[in-house]
């Protein structure tokens, strides 16, 4: 299957919308984003020693902070649906200078969770940010990306 399908949240007017998604089938869907956050050397090495700095443990609070954005994608994003999840799990490990996060979500419903697991990761990235900026700003974040999905009309996907 080709990556270039006609955009559903475009009408043939041209206006934007909301995907109808009440004739498809409900399947079991699942999807994997990550994200990438450079620290530095210095910065990845104080977490790697406790995991925490002064407001808490970094790793730990972006995970909760991550399964906590998935739940409420639908609000953030104008046009996703609300789904009710089935489950959210966010990894954070700490890789060199940076923090790998990958957010998998995962439901039965009758459209994706690929913007929830997306979702999960830049926000469990932007807590890393916002609990380490007290001591460097040289923070970058990169590399926000879908890895996998799969169910629905398009079957499965892997980058």
């Known amino acids: 299957m080709k990556d ?3 955009l559903t949240h475009i009408s043939p007017n041209g206006h934007i919308r909301m995907v109808n998604v009440a004739g498809k089938p409900v399947t079991r ?3 994997k ?3 990438m956050v450079r620290l530095g050397a210095e910065l990845a090495d104080g977490l790697r020693a406790d995991g925490s700095l002064t407001k808490g ?3 730990e609070t972006a995970r909760l902070a991550g399964i906590m954005a ?3 994608t639908a609000d953030l994003i104008p046009l996703c649906h609300q789904i009710p999840l089935d489950g959210v799990e966010i990894d954070a490990v700490l890789e060199g200078d940076a923090v790998r996060i990958t957010a998998t979500a995962t439901c039965h419903h009758t459209t994706g969770v690929e913007m929830e697991a997306l979702t999960a ?3 469990a990235a932007l807590t890393i940010y916002d609990m380490c900026k007290a001591a460097t700003k040289g923070i970058i974040i990169e590399s926000i990306r879908l890895l996998a999905k799969t169910g629905g ?3 499965d996907w892997h980058a």
């Open 57 to 59: 443990n970094v790793l």
């Open 29 to 31: 869907r699942t999807a």
């Open 33 to 35: 984003a990550e994200a």
């Open 121 to 123: 990761a830049s926000v």
């Open 153 to 155: 009309k398009t079957g």
């Open 70 to 72: 998935a739940k409420r």
């Open 4 to 6: 270039t399908q006609p």
